[in-house]
């Protein structure tokens, strides 16, 4: 079921996505070598509860962590540990917070230290298909309208759009419906309305979008071993089209 928000659970979910969005911006100042993902979790976990806040994903499906920290070849759902943050390499922290019981979701790629052109370039594209994603999310259209943007945009580099990972629908739950592919046809899927919230979230490879799960059942990764980035908005649906509530 794809639920229409009114404009009180609007305002809770807007409130929860700025907390994710200050705490990724805090978090960004402590991002260089030297600091362990472990180190940037407990950093993001006191800032949300200093909001009153309760971290989303702490416990959620048995998450150990408040962040997910995937570095380099790793897309998504990375657990913190004492892993030290390396000059080159790249970190994509996904953050989720639970205010007066409704959910703010996102997830931005960092650079550690200085990065390579090739990588830059993959963050940058990344970055950008999301903002074509949103660009599509208008009422009136349709879900595939969202992913064959993102997909479009990312393709046109010779980059993977992972396909087996999606957005979601958010609100009392992190995730609701609609799903919210990252590649797909126009004018498929559901309709898009005035007070749909959900978050649309690109994860795109330098090669291949094949994907697989390591031992720890957390931590997704590249099959072939190439770089990932990944980047994430909460969003409403307007009459005068999509509002960002995590910027």
Known sequence: MIHIRDNWEIKKISRSCQI???TLETLETYIKPGISTI???SIAEEFIRSKDAIP????LYGFPATICASLNDEVV???PSNRILKNGEILSLDVGSIYDGYYGDHARTFAVGEISSKNKQLMDVTEESLYKGIEAAIPGNYIGDIGYAI?????SHG?????DLVGHGIGEKLHEDPQ???FGEKKTGPKIDVGMCFAIEPMVTIKSYEIFTK????????????????FEHTITITKNGPKILTK
């Open 180 to 182: 919210i592919p990252n």
């Open 39 to 41: 180190e940037l979790d």
């Open 56 to 59: 989303g994903f702490k416990g």
């Open 151 to 155: 997909q479009t945009h990312v393709e």
């Open 77 to 79: 759902h990375g657990v």
């Open 20 to 22: 994710v969005k200050e």
């Open 215 to 230: 031992e720890d059942n957390w931590t997704i990764s590249t099959v072939d071993g190439s770089y990932s980035a990944h």
């Open 159 to 163: 980059y993977g759009i992972v396909r």
